[in-house]
Each structure stands twice: as structure tokens, then as C-alpha cells.
């Protein structure tokens, strides 16, 4: 029986998803797997191998051929190198950086929204008030003393046409 190392494809349509399994060759890319050892999501960033290393070493010994995408994904992760005895057996896997704690983060909003509001000062609005409309009897005034900036210029010119 030949048996090979593939990739079984899962999820949604433009979203692969794929285990590593290991496989007659003869069954169809869906069917049975003898054994799955891995997984790899290729549209993560960076992308998602999980491989199980020790069993990808025992079906590598005992003859199992790994198809070409299978043999890159080994070779990200060191386990080609390893089988082979050839240097560079740690990899060139990436790791994602871990996702920062929901509940620090809260915390951490927390304390600034805190922070803020003490140096705003005790009892203070957080928003800053309308600026009070002139009354009305301010507003005349202002316009009555604009009327009369106005009309000065034009008793001055009248005056100075009337010497000459």
C-alpha cells in the first residue's frame, strides 16, 4: 500500500483550511485518512502550521512520500531537515504575536477614563458649555454704535467738500 502525507482540504469556499494527513494514496483528497497529524490555515497572517512533529518523523521512517505542498510546509518547520540529517532543522516557521488580554486592556481604559476625569476637576461638565446670547439690549447697542462708526466717516468727507 503506498501511503502519502497530504493535505486535506476543509472550510468555506475562498477560505482553505487544511489538515495534514496521512493517507492510501489511492483514496480521494476528502476520504479517510489513516491518521492526521497537522494542521495548516494558509489565509491567517502569518499562516497557522501546527504539525505533530514526533508522528511526521515515524511516517517519514516508515516510507510514507509527502506530496510538494506538504514537503514546503515540512521544510517550514524543520522536520524535511531533520528526516534528511541536513542543517537548519529548526526552521523558518513564523509565530503570530499573541493577542493582548481583553481584561488588561479594559483595565488599562479603565484607569485612563479615570485619570481624565480627575484632571478635568471634581463636579466640572465633560462637554463645554454654550456661551450665553447677547441680550437684546446689548445687541442694539452694538449696532447703534456701528451706525454711528459709519455715518462719521461720511459727515467728515461732507465737511471737508463744503470748506474747499
Do not use: C
Not at 482540504?9 to 491518521?35: F, H, P, W
Amino acid at each position: 500500500m503506498a501511503v502519502k502525507i497530504r493535505l486535506k482540504r476543509l472550510g468555506a469556499i475562498r477560505n482553505a483550511q487544511y489538515r495534514i494527513v496521512v493517507m492510501d494514496s489511492r483514496t480521494k483528497r476528502d476520504g479517510r485518512a489513516i491518521e492526521e497529524i497537522g494542521l495548516y490555515h494558509p489565509k491567517e497572517e502569518p499562516s497557522l502550521i501546527k504539525l505533530d512533529s514526533e508522528r511526521a518523523q515515524y511516517w517519514l521512517g516508515v516510507g510514507a512520500q509527502p506530496t510538494e505542498q506538504v514537503a514546503a510546509i515540512l521544510k517550514v518547520t524543520g522536520d524535511w531537515q531533520k528526516f534528511k540529517g541536513e542543517p537548519g532543522a529548526e526552521g523558518t516557521l513564523k509565530v503570530a504575536e499573541p493577542k493582548p488580554d481583553k481584561k488588561a486592556l479594559y483595565e488599562a481604559a479603565l484607569a485612563a477614563a479615570q485619570n481624565a476625569s480627575d484632571d478635568a476637576g471634581k463636579g466640572s461638565a465633560t462637554t463645554a458649555r454654550k456661551k450665553a446670547e447677547p441680550k437684546a439690549d446689548e445687541a442694539k447697542a452694538a449696532e447703534t454704535e456701528s451706525a454711528q462708526a459709519d455715518e462719521a466717516p461720511a459727515e467728515a468727507a461732507a465737511d471737508t467738500a463744503s470748506e474747499g
